[in-house]
């Protein structure tokens, strides 16, 4: 019952208990894994769980594998052999998930047994992402590395965390100050997506200190965070907290409403200059080769309208604003891969000419991805048809906000990350992998998230860890054995018949948790936090 499906699964003799005499021994290379599991299992087996002689051991070692893959072998022992560290932290998950469920409540349980099995296992894809935006609803320190750790037990390992936007800017930029003063702070919100405003200041940001414990945290559990600065468009918190940085005279506030903003930088070199040197910043904070600026959602009204703007198409040579938006990502293509680093834009990039080296997300149609693998560019398959977790998941009315297209956990199993129209092509090779988004405009807690990401987010996993044949059906079974673990956990799911009465109407009659109470669940979480 294992989530992804691994490649090869097959019973052996024998049986495996954890209790508080179980060892667990690694080779050097992997005893940065061997702690981690420890500290998930020595809470449930009642022991420390350290070398020496006891009942059964749990052995990590390394062989002739790829750094992600491994081969779980369990019976009166269990060993995990794995091509690096990687490879063995993803074996202790499936280890951990061939165990009950009570091995995910961090709490004593007693003997705890697993039947012997084989398990041969790794991933289809490179890049098995999700996007947790951040800028439109700010989720804490905490709430972020409660994700990390879901998504961890999901083997996905690309954490893109969308940190700007026209309604919250969300990382502190040391060298302009009023970015977070001012960027990361609103005097109300919209509620719904045509709804009134809610009249409630929102905001918060997260110190450098804050991003680098995010950062070390989400690398220790084999997941890479992918920092989104959005620029030109997007950008309207930015432009609030400096005005010289827009193309208006009067000044803005940061965005209250959702949708697509007229407001966007203006094209000067001191603008530029602004974004490297926050860029700079950015670098130090985040290892990832790869970073995202966006390029999304440009309305050129401004720039139209703009004599600087107007004069800087006619010193360049270029034949209109397609083409302006595609010479300022240049700016920064050229900026980043002098550093080592490798942009990546929403498929409105290719509009206007290409960057050289730029990666494309391409999230409106599959015809932005066959594009640019078609030129050669690297690819990441966000489909929002198939991976938005903002959309809706029943046609109902019980939805908390119903909006857009109904996405079912059905409906995200049937993704297939290879486009069809690059199948047989040797372009395929360019897609990266997937990854689907936890947009918040609509989603203003920790709690929302919980009840829009899963179980999408375990249907999603199977498609860019497992093979390309789907068994639904088969899928649906382990899904029920998966949903007991989310349960131990405390994800607040969707139920398969729908949301509950607190889910949909907070406040009510009946419902099991106030939002103080949730809050002290993710307190206590948070206290085993290593």
């Known amino acids: 019952m294992i989530v992804p499906k691994p490649v090869r699964q097959e019973p052996r003799p024998g049986t495996f208990v954890l209790d508080e005499r179980t060892s667990i021994v690694a080779d050097p290379a992997l005893s940065e894994v061997a702690a ?48 690096g560290p990687a490879g063995a932290f993803h074996g ?22 697993v039947a012997g099995t084989y398990v041969e296992d790794e991933p289809r894809f490179a890049w098995r992402g999700c996007l947790l935006d951040v800028a439109r609803h700010f989720l804490t320190k905490h709430e972020v590395l409660r994700f990390v750790d879901l998504m961890a037990l999901h083997k996905l390992n690309v954490l893109h965390l969308h940190l700007t936007d026209d309604q919250g800017w969300r990382v502190e930029i040391r060298r302009h100050p009023r970015l977070t003063e001012v960027g990361a702070w609103r005097k109300e919100s919209q509620v719904g997506w045509n709804g009134a405003m809610d009249g409630r200041p929102h905001g918060g940001y997260y110190t450098q200190d804050d991003l680098r414990e995010i950062v070390a945290y989400a690398a220790r559990r084999h997941i890479t965070v992918v920092p989104e600065i959005d620029l030109p468009g997007h950008t309207q918190a930015a432009i609030a907290a400096y005005p010289e940085l827009g193309n208006l005279d009067t000044p803005l506030e ?56 107007q004069r800087r198409i006619a010193e360049l040579g270029l034949r209109d604003e397609e083409e302006l938006q595609s010479w300022f990502i240049r700016q920064f293509d050229g900026y980043l891969a002098a550093r080592g680093r490798r942009l ?30 078609r030129s050669g560019h690297d690819v990441i398959n966000c489909a929002n048809t ?15 906000v119903p909006f857009g297209t109904v996405l079912t956990v059905e409906d995200v199993y049937a993704f297939e990350p290879i486009p069809a129209e690059l199948r047989g092509d040797p372009a395929a090779a360019r897609v990266l992998g997937a990854q689907c988004g936890v947009w918040t405009e609509l989603i203003d807690s920790g ?3 919980d009840y829009m990401a899963f179980p999408r987010l375990a ?14 059906p088969g899928f ?26 607190w889910q949909t109407r907070p406040g009510v009659p009946g419902r099991p948790e106030t939002d103080e109470q949730w809050q002290a669940k993710l307190d206590a979480w948070t206290s085993n936090l290593r």
């Open 459 to 472: 249907a999603f996993a199977e498609t860019v860890w497992s093979s390309a044949e789907r068994d639904l």
């Open 254 to 309: 940061v965005g209250t409403t959702w949708g697509i903003g007229v407001n966007v930088l203006n094209v000067e070199d001191s603008t530029i200059k602004f974004f490297q040197d926050v860029l700079d910043e950015v670098l130090e904070l985040f290892p990832s080769p790869y970073i995202v600026l966006g390029g999304d959602e440009v309305r050129k009204d401004q720039w139209r309208d703009s004599p600087a703007a």
């Open 476 to 501: 649906l079974d382990r899904l029920s054995e998966h949903l007991r673990r989310l349960d131990a956990i405390g994800v607040e799911y969707r139920r398969a018949d729908g949301p509950l009465p």
């Open 386 to 400: 198939s991976l938005y977790f903002d959309y809706r998941q029943g046609p109902g009315e019980d939805e908390p």
């Open 92 to 113: 202790a998950q499936t280890l951990r998930q061939l165990l009950p469920p009570a091995a995910f409540r961090k709490a004593p349980a007693g003997p705890l047994t």
């Open 344 to 373: 990546v834009g929403w498929d409105e990039i290719l509009e206007g000419g290409l960057a050289p080296g730029a990666v494309v997300a391409s999230w409106r149609s599959e015809l932005g991805a066959v594009a640019a693998a």
């Open 36 to 83: 981690w599991l420890r500290g998930e299992l020595a809470p449930v087996a009642g022991g420390e769980l350290l070398p020496g002689p006891g009942s059964g051991t749990i052995r990590l070692t390394t062989g002739d594998l790829p750094p992600e893959a491994y081969r779980l072998t369990v019976g009166q022992d269990v060993e995990i052999v794995a091509g």
């Open 447 to 449: 709690r929302r998230v």
